[in-house]
């Protein structure tokens, strides 16, 4: 009699595994999304905080060309260092990577010089923002993808 107890609890405690896996896997599968959102919410926020860095670093760039012949930067990479001067002067501190499109470079606005006046991201994904965004000094108006936001140089003379 004492064999037959013991096989009797142990299917129930595999049916109590089996139970409580599943319902570990269901709120896995609940949760998931939900975590996915709120990370493309964190990596937007980032595209718009590195993006009004790059416009603030090209505007500064063009501020402080010396001369009256006021330049925009030929290259991100001359925002980094800025070689026309003696001394080292940096507009940005670091080349930042696309925070959306992890890997690809910055798109890149162009004035008809050929030179930088803003970037955006290549991504052609929906951002999750709705309608138009503003930030400290720029608007960004409502977008279908990220590559729609373009963060260009507000210079003011």
């Given at each position: 009699?004492?064999?037959?107890?013991?096989?009797?609890?142990?299917g129930?405690t595999?049916?109590?595994?089996?139970?409580?896996?599943?319902?570990?896997?269901?709120?896995?599968?609940?949760?998931?999304?939900?975590?996915?959102q709120q990370?493309?919410?964190?990596?937007?926020?980032?595209?718009m905080?590195?993006?009004?860095?790059y416009?603030?670093?090209i505007?500064?760039?063009?501020?402080?060309?010396p001369?009256s012949?006021?330049?925009?930067?030929a290259t991100?990479?001359?925002l980094?260092?800025?070689?026309?001067f003696?001394?080292?002067?940096?507009?940005l501190?670091?080349?930042?990577?696309?925070?959306?499109n992890?890997?690809?470079?910055?798109?890149?606005?162009r004035?008809?010089?050929?030179?930088?006046?803003?970037?955006?991201?290549?991504?052609?994904?929906?951002?999750?923002?709705?309608?138009?965004?503003?930030?400290d000094?720029?608007?960004?108006?409502?977008?279908?993808?990220?590559?729609d936001w373009?963060?260009?140089a507000?210079?003011?003379?």
């Amino acid at each position: 009699m004492a064999h037959r107890t013991r096989a009797g609890s142990a299917g129930f405690t595999l049916v109590a595994t089996l139970l409580l896996v599943a319902l570990v896997a269901l709120g896995l599968a609940l949760a998931g999304p939900m975590w996915s959102q709120q990370a493309q919410r964190d990596n937007e926020r980032e595209l718009m905080r590195i993006g009004t860095a790059y416009a603030q670093a090209i505007a500064a760039y063009k501020r402080a060309s010396p001369g009256s012949d006021k330049q925009y930067p030929a290259t991100l990479e001359a925002l980094l260092l800025d070689t026309r001067f003696v001394g080292t002067v940096r507009h940005l501190r670091k080349a930042y990577t696309d925070p959306i499109n992890r890997g690809q470079p910055w798109g890149l606005v162009r004035n008809e010089g050929g030179r930088i006046v803003g970037v955006y991201s290549l991504s052609p994904t929906a951002p999750l923002a709705q309608g138009e965004i503003r930030l400290d000094d720029r608007v960004l108006p409502p977008a279908r993808q990220y590559a729609d936001w373009k963060f260009l140089a507000i210079v003011t003379p």
